[in-house]
């Protein structure tokens, strides 16, 4: 047994909207360059759909991910060793510009300086690549709300391996959002597929990055990645994706999507799988069983040789006991509501989903029953051929079984809290009849339901003893704003992610760097004696907070008749947007709990 670390995810799809609040932080963070137009690291995708980039989904053109040679063996669907070296120069497999979509932004100028004209003018959509005028037929985000239409039924991969008479029924039964990022597997393809070796995983937490220094632009990893989910930056010749954020997970803040999302459908959390045991679960020759297979290589954090085990692989304790407290692992094992997303290709993504039940339950409300009993719930979920069958194909390889078993939890919790929620007596058999206790069921609704900032996200900080590796990481794989990625400096998740600062993203300085992503300001707050706002100054007084105290003074402020060349000018704020202003009374306190109230 090798135990080793891994940084995962789950998300409840239930709780999504829509609102793409996630990609749009995401593409803001990390993609807001020259050459990343079209990336998306973060993108939600309407399902029924194509996808992005068009139809990835679709293996038998796009040869992602991995298959069984005749000796059971694992190897790259787009070919071994030798075929791949044949390729390296011109990958035939590999989605072209118009499979993603061409940005574009508007020719505002002509809306400001055309003359006055009986018909409004209209700024026309130009392309960010060609700087031509284009026609848009296509973006990341263009099935979005087009679930049930006619147009997708061709279109959609999963759905075409669906049969004749689901086809002809699904536009009267369900949509859902899907949100997407890497997947950081546990058995990489993209990785495996780089002819440089830049793609790797990292040993300390299991993030799969891209080494910018070594990376020469082959675009494998592209071919390789059956989610699609790494991109070519055409500016730097680079291949970029998703990096889980880890300036923040190291410092132990939740990555900016899962920050900022509206619907709180996501949970990260540390699990522990055995190492020597993930080839074995991928090479499972039934493709229904490799659901079962991934589960078997996490192990439990709770066990005692487990324990033993991880301190003997260097593991720290308070990583294991995150570890064991980790909403991921219990939605994966405890409960069992959470699966994978395409087990068949054979990575062991360890982004999770919870399947949605919202249209099972629409389905039978518009029969007039109540949709709340478990009776008419069970009947749904066992009569109605999709989403399971739909679901199926996305989570569990086909297998409708566990899909069934997953939406008779979460329909059995659904009626067994309303008795609860109405001040009746929980019957105890409706958690008995999907395997489950009334605790757990409570417990299981606790958290997929009000569960707080810290339960949601439980991320062990990273050691002093791992800075050495992380402050090479910090120049290796960092996304910077203007200068293209590898360069250092600093940027918005910590001093390896940008222009301006020398300091790395070194373990030694994770508490200043945590304070710093919290605070209001480029300081921490702590040096600062008082939030002030802004808004409320008239431009004359000095009040107490704008500028520092001179060593002379006691407490915070400017003495009354002072004068503003009694001020130390140097240490004077030049940029108003350093200081955000509060609203009177407000408070800043974050969900991590620092900052200060303001005066």
């Not at 080793?4 to 593409?27: E, P």
């Not at 390296?88 to 100028?109: H, K």
């Not at 109605?384 to 939890?409: M, Q, S, W």
């Not at 004077?572 to 306190?589: E, H, I, K, N």
Request: some cysteine; aromatic content about 8%; hydrophobic content about 35%.
């Amino acid at each position: 047994m090798r135990v080793m670390a891994q940084m995962a995810m789950v998300m409840n799809l239930d709780k999504c909207i829509g609102c793409h609040t996630c990609s749009v932080t995401c593409k803001q963070a990390w993609t807001n360059r020259t050459g990343t137009e079209y990336v998306w690291f973060n993108n939600v995708e309407t399902r029924p759909g194509r996808g992005y980039p068009r139809t990835y989904e679709d293996q038998e053109r796009w040869r992602g991910g991995w298959t069984l040679n005749r000796r059971g063996r694992l190897q790259l669907k787009a070919g071994g060793r030798l075929r791949n070296l044949s390729t390296i120069f011109s990958s035939p497999r590999m989605p072209s510009i118009g499979d993603y979509y061409e940005p574009w932004t508007y020719d505002y100028e002509k809306l400001t300086t055309a003359p006055v004209q009986e018909h409004t003018p209209v700024a026309r959509p130009v392309s960010l690549i060609s700087g031509k005028n284009l026609a848009v037929s296509w973006s990341a985000n263009w099935d979005d709300d087009l679930g049930g239409s006619a147009d997708l039924m061709t279109a959609d991969p999963v759905l075409a391996k669906i049969s004749d008479k689901v086809k002809l029924e699904f536009e009267q039964t369900f949509m859902f959002y899907l949100p997407r990022i890497c997947e950081h597997c546990l058995n990489p393809s993209c990785a495996a597929s780089c002819p440089s070796g830049a793609i790797y995983k990292r040993e300390e937490d299991g993030i799969v990055l891209v080494d910018q220094d070594a990376c020469r632009g082959w675009r494998k990893c592209i071919t390789g990645c059956p989610y699609k989910k790494v991109y070519f930056n055409h500016r730097t010749g680079k291949a970029e994706k998703c990096t889980f954020c880890f300036p923040r997970v190291e410092v132990g803040l939740p990555t900016v999507c899962s920050e900022t999302c509206v619907g709180r459908l996501r949970y990260i959390g540390l699990v522990l799988y055995d190492a020597d045991r993930v080839l074995e679960a991928a090479s499972e020759p039934d493709e229904h069983a490799l659901l079962a297979a991934q589960r078997s290589v996490l192990l439990d954090p709770h066990d005692p040789h487990v324990q033993r085990e991880a301190e003997r692989a260097g593991i720290p304790h308070d990583w294991v006991e995150a570890a064991q407290r980790s909403p991921v692992w219990r939605l994966i094992h405890d409960y069992e509501v959470a699966l994978p997303l395409h087990p068949e290709y054979r990575t062991m993504p360890m982004v999770w989903y919870i399947p949605p039940l919202s249209p099972v339950v629409d389905v039978v409300a518009e029969t007039g029953e109540d949709a709340e009993d478990p009776h008419n719930l069970f009947a749904a979920i066992d009569t109605l051929r999709i989403p399971a069958e739909y679901l199926a194909e996305l989570f569990t390889a086909g297998d409708t079984v566990p899909v069934v078993g997953v939406l008779k939890r979460l329909a059995a919790m659904r009626s067994y809290m309303r008795d609860l929620s109405m001040g009746r007596e929980g019957d105890p058999r409706i958690p008995a009849a999907v395997g489950m206790d009334e605790q757990s069921m409570y417990e299981m609704y606790r958290l997929l339901a009000l569960a707080k900032y810290d339960e949601r996200y439980v991320i062990p900080s990273a050691h002093a003893e791992q800075a050495h590796g992380l402050e090479e990481l910090a120049t290796e794989c960092s996304l910077d704003y203007d200068g293209g990625p590898g360069m250092g400096g600093s940027g918005p998740f910590g001093e390896g992610s940008g222009p301006g600062f020398s300091d790395p993203v070194a373990v030694e300085n994770f508490h200043m760097l945590k304070a710093r992503q919290t605070s209001d300001t480029v300081a921490d707050p702590a040096s600062r004696g008082a939030k002030v706002n802004l808004l409320n100054w008239d431009g004359k007084s000095a009040p107490p907070g704008l500028f520092p105290p001179r060593s002379d003074e006691q407490g915070g402020g400017v003495p009354d008749g002072a004068s503003r060349a009694d001020l130390r000018e140097p240490d004077v704020p030049t940029d108003a947007a350093q200081v955000r202003p509060l609203p009177s009374g407000g408070s800043d306190s974050g969900p991590t709990g620092s900052g200060t109230a303001p005066r």
